[in-house]
T-cell receptor, first 110, second 113 residues
Framework: AQRVTQPEKLLSVFKGAPVELKCNYSYSGSPELFWYVQYSRQRLQLLLRHISRESIKGFTADLNKGETSFHLKKPFAQEEDSAMYYCALTGLSGTYKYIFGTGTRLKVLA | SAVISQKPSRDICQRGTSLTIQCQVDSQVTMMFWYRQQPGQSLTLIATANQGSEATYESGFVIDKFPISRPNLTFSTLTVSNMSPEDSSIYLC??????????FGSGTQLSVL
């Protein structure tokens, strides 16, 4: 079954510390993986996608097909990174259907 | 990018009534979706809104409970029918154009008493 797992509901780190938000997936095919972010009182928005291989706001994520993971990383957390982060998967026969993880709330402490 | 206007932003409804949520996009989009996000849970796809035809529902969701319309490429409605407290949730409209990136509306927070 297709599934996205985010094992941590809440992750608290101090400002300047490294951050890693975990995401594992289960998918029988070639998935496309995304990270979406929701800041307080804002709508859900795309942070990055694996095919772009880009860094957004200092965040990166590498698709590891062997470990079926797509962890989100940032070397130095900032207070404005505090938000809800969702890992998502698509690639379902071109239907553009997305499967979302349960989300991880990141709190960056001063 | 697509700008999505979703309304109402929130509502409190009585058990047994129905609520229609509107989603308006500022440009023509390929796909429109309706998601539900229950407290503490992930986003669950309710259905894909198809222009000019019946929506495609996911397992566990039926047209009688969640009728959906999409009369054109920029507008869709989701109705939550015969509501019960279990329907209390955030309902999200989302769209994608040709690059498969999803854009989301601001959501409708529904509380059913």
């Amino acid at each position: 079954a297709q599934r996205v797992t985010q094992p941590e509901k809440l992750l608290s780190v101090f400002k300047g510390a490294p951050v890693e938000l975990k995401c594992n997936y289960s998918y029988s095919g070639s998935p496309e993986l995304f990270w979406y972010v929701q800041y307080s009182r804002q709508r859900l928005q795309l942070l990055l996608r694996h095919i772009s291989r880009e860094s957004i706001k200092g965040f990166t994520a590498d698709l590891n097909k062997g470990e079926t993971s797509f962890h989100l990383k940032k070397p130095f957390a900032q207070e404005e990174d505090s938000a809800m982060y969702y890992c998502a998967l698509t690639g379902l026969s071109g239907t553009y259907k997305y499967i979302f993880g349960t989300g991880t709330r990141l709190k960056v402490l001063a | 990018s697509a700008v999505i206007s979703q309304k109402p932003s929130r509502d409190i409804c009585q058990r047994g009534t129905s609520l229609t949520i509107q989603c308006q996009v500022d440009s023509q989009v390929t796909m429109m979706f309706w998601y539900r996000q229950q407290p503490g849970q992930s986003l669950t796809l309710i259905a894909t809104a198809n222009q000019g035809s019946e929506a495609t529902y996911e397992s566990g969701f039926v047209i009688d409970k969640f009728p959906i319309s999409r009369p054109n490429l920029t507008f869709s409605t989701l109705t939550v029918s015969n509501m019960s407290p279990e329907d209390s949730s955030i309902y999200l409209c989302s769209v994608t154009a040709t690059n498969e990136k999803l854009f989301f509306g601001s959501g409708t927070q529904l509380s059913v008493l």
